[in-house]
C-alpha cells in the first residue's frame, strides 16, 4: 500500500487535501449575507457563526479560537471574512493570514451597515480569490503529513467491536508515519478512562483526562440528568448498547493504541505530532466542528446505524460494520466495513483496504458527503451571554 | 462504496463474540432466536449456549448466572451491574443492567435542579473570568435566580442545602 497522497502545499508549509475558498462570517449579523455570497459563488465554502458581541470569558475565547482555526485551515486556499465591526474583524482576518495565506475583510460598519453592499463586495472578492485558488496544483506528500480527526456517530454495538477498532489501526499507521490524530467526546470516555490515563505520556496528562471526564460526569449529575437517554441516546440503546461505561470502551477503540501526549481544548490547535484528545462535547457537529477547528485535513467518522453530518471544510470519511446499515446507506457510507463484522475478512485486511480510501480521498477522491453537499461547520457554546 | 471484502469464503462457525476471556456478556452477530445453541467466540477457544430468549444483532447475551449487583464485563472492563437476577443464555440490556457512573445522589434521577445547575454554571464561568468581575457574577446570579422565579413561576431557595431542598420536595409531594 501507497504511504503517500496528492496534496496542496500552502504557503505555511502545511498541506491541504482540499483547496476550499472560505466566506467567514465571524459575527451573527453577517452570517446571512455570507450565505448569500456562498450562493453567488457556488464554489466558495460558508461557515457563519449566530453569536457576537454578547460572548464573554472562555465562550469568547472558544468563537475566536475556532473560527481563526477554521480560516488557518490547511484545506482551505484563501479566505474572505465578514463582521459587524473592525477591531474583530480585522483580528481574526489577520490571525488568519500569519502564515502568508489570501485573506481580506469586509466590515458592515464600512459599508454603510447595507447587506447589499457587502454582498456586492463580497461576491467579487470571492470570486476572484476562487479563481486564483484553482491556480494550485497537488504534488507527492507523506501520508505523515495528515493530521486526523476521529468521531464516532449513531453507533451501535458493530461500531465498537469493528468501525472504531478499524479507525483506530488506521490512527496508529498514521502515527508511525509522523502523523497527527485527535479525539474528543469527554462524556464517551467515561467508564473508560483508566484505560485511557495508562496511555498518558506523563502524570499531568493522566489527571487532565481524569478531571475532565469528571466535570462532565459532575455537570450531568448537578443538571439532573440521567445518562441513559441521553448518551447513549434512544438510537444506540434501540441498537443494543446500554450504558455510557460501554459505550465509551467501544468508543475510544477509535483512536488505537498510541500514547496520549496531551488533552486540549474545543478548536485548540495540536502542539505536535503524535495522538491528542480533545476535552469536548460529544455531539457530532459540535464535536467535529473543534476537531476540524484544530486542523485535522480530513476526519474519520465511524457510525453504526448511520450518520450522515460531516465537515464542510474536512472531507468526512464515513465507515460503517453494520451489515443491515451498510446494505441500506450506500450513498452515506464511504468504507462498508460489514464484511469484518460478517467474519467473512479479518480487521487488518479492512485496515488496508480503509487506508486506501483514505490516501485516494486526501487525493482528491470525493466523499459522499461532498457530493451530496452535506457539510457544516459549527462553534460549541459554553455558558450564557450578556 | 468500497466493499471490504472479495468473494466471501465460509462464513466462520460462531453466532456471537466476546472481546475478552473474562468477558460475562457476549455480542450477537447475528439474530438469536429462542432456545438456539449459540457458539460464542472467545478468541482462543469457543463456547456453546442456549439462548432463553431472542436476541437481536448486535445485542447482548448473559455467559453466565448473574446476582443483582454483579458487575457485567464487556472488553474485559466493567459496563455497568445487574440490577436484577439474569441466567445464562438471557438477553441483557437496560431492563435487567444499570450503569455505575453519572449516578443521582440518593438514587433515582431528581427533577431539573436549576438552582444547582446555575450555581455550577457560574462556578465554572468564574474559573476563566478575571477576579474584579466575581462581583458581577454574584450579581448577574442574583437577576437569574429573579429571572427564572418568574419565567418557571416557582421558587428557587437562594441559599437551600441539599437536604433543605430534598425536604421541601418530599412535604410537596
Known amino acids: 500500500m501507497s504511504a503517500h497522497f496528492d496534496g496542496f502545499r500552502r504557503a505555511d508549509g502545511s498541506v491541504g487535501v482540499r483547496n476550499h475558498v472560505l466566506v467567514l462570517s465571524v459575527n451573527g449579523l453577517t452570517s446571512p449575507t455570507a450565505r448569500r455570497i456562498g450562493r453567488a459563488v457556488p464554489g466558495a465554502r460558508v461557515v457563519a457563526t449566530p453569536f457576537g458581541s454578547g460572548l464573554f470569558g472562555e465562550d469568547a475565547a472558544l468563537q475566536r479560537r475556532a473560527l481563526t482555526g477554521f480560516g488557518r485551515h490547511p484545506n482551505v486556499a484563501a479566505a474572505l471574512v465578514i463582521g459587524g465591526t473592525a477591531p474583530y474583524v480585522r483580528e481574526i482576518a489577520d490571525a488568519i493570514a500569519v502564515g502568508g495565506k489570501p485573506v481580506e475583510a469586509l466590515v458592515l460598519d464600512d459599508c454603510e451597515h447595507d447587506a447589499i453592499t457587502v454582498t456586492e463586495r463580497g461576491t467579487r472578492i470571492a470570486a476572484r480569490m476562487l479563481r486564483d485558488a484553482s491556480r494550485a496544483r497537488r504534488t507527492r506528500v507523506d501520508l505523515g503529513e495528515l493530521c486526523v480527526g476521529v468521531e464516532c456517530g449513531r453507533s451501535d454495538p458493530s461500531s465498537g467491536l469493528v468501525a472504531n477498532p478499524l479507525a483506530g489501526s488506521i490512527v496508529d499507521a498514521l502515527l508511525a508515519a509522523g502523523g497527527r490524530a485527535v479525539f474528543g467526546e469527554t462524556i464517551e470516555w467515561l467508564g473508560a478512562e483508566h484505560l485511557l490515563e495508562r496511555r498518558a505520556v506523563d502524570p499531568g496528562v493522566a489527571r487532565a483526562i481524569r478531571n475532565a471526564v469528571q466535570r462532565r460526569e459532575r455537570a ?59 476535552d469536548a462535547p460529544a455531539y457530532a457537529p459540535e464535536s467535529v466542528g473543534g476537531l476540524v477547528a484544530s486542523g485535522a485535513q480530513l476526519v474519520l467518522f465511524t457510525t453504526g446505524v448511520g450518520n450522515s453530518f460531516v465537515s464542510g471544510i474536512a472531507p468526512t470519511i464515513k465507515i460503517c460494520a453494520n451489515p443491515v446499515a451498510a446494505g441500506r446507506l450506500r450513498e452515506q457510507l464511504d468504507f462498508d466495513a460489514s464484511a469484518v463484522f460478517e467474519r467473512t475478512i479479518p480487521l487488518r485486511e479492512a485496515t488496508a483496504q480503509l487506508q486506501d480510501v483514505l490516501l485516494d480521498v486526501a487525493s482528491g477522491t470525493l466523499t459522499w458527503g461532498e457530493v451530496l453537499d452535506e457539510g457544516d461547520d459549527v462553534v460549541s457554546r459554553l455558558g450564557p451571554a450578556l | 462504496m468500497e466493499r471490504s471484502g472479495p468473494s466471501a ?32 467466540s472467545l478468541g482462543e477457544r469457543a463456547l456453546t449456549i442456549t439462548s432463553l430468549e431472542p436476541v ?24 455497568g451491574e445487574a440490577t436484577a437476577s439474569i441466567a445464562r ?85
Not at chain 1, 224 to 229: H, S, V
Not at chain 2, 56 to 63: D, R
Open chain 2, 9 to 40: 469464503p465460509d462464513r466462520a462457525s460462531w453466532q456471537a463474540t466476546a472481546l475478552s476471556p473474562n468477558d460475562n456478556v457476549a455480542i450477537a452477530l447475528e439474530p438469536v432466536v429462542a432456545g438456539q445453541h449459540v457458539v460464542v
Open chain 1, 220 to 278: 450531568s449529575v448537578v443538571a439532573g440528568m440521567d445518562l441513559l437517554g441521553n448518551n447513549p441516546g434512544p438510537t444506540n440503546i434501540a441498537a443494543g448498547l446500554s450504558t455510557i461505561e460501554e459505550k465509551s470502551l467501544g468508543a475510544i477503540a477509535k483512536g488505537g493504541h498510541a500514547p496520549i501526549r496531551g488533552v486540549v481544548a474545543v478548536a485548540e490547535p495540536l502542539p505536535g505530532p503524535g495522538l491528542y484528545l480533545m
Open chain 2, 89 to 173: 443464555g438471557a438477553w441483557v440490556h437496560i431492563h435487567n443492567l444499570t450503569s455505575r457512573r453519572a449516578r443521582q445522589e440518593g438514587g433515582a434521577t431528581s427533577a431539573f435542579d436549576a438552582h444547582a445547575y446555575m450555581e455550577a454554571a457560574a462556578s465554572t464561568l468564574a474559573l476563566s473570568i478575571p477576579a474584579a468581575s466575581q462581583a458581577t457574577v454574584a450579581a448577574n446570579l442574583g437577576r437569574l435566580h429573579a429571572l427564572a422565579q418568574e419565567v418557571l413561576s416557582f421558587e428557587i431557595p437562594q441559599h437551600a442545602s441539599g437536604s433543605d431542598r430534598d425536604a421541601q420536595d418530599g412535604e410537596r409531594q
Open chain 2, 56 to 79: 437481536a444483532l448486535g445485542h447482548k447475551i448473559a455467559l453466565a448466572d448473574l446476582r443483582p449487583g454483579d458487575a457485567l464485563i464487556k472488553y474485559g472492563e466493567c459496563i
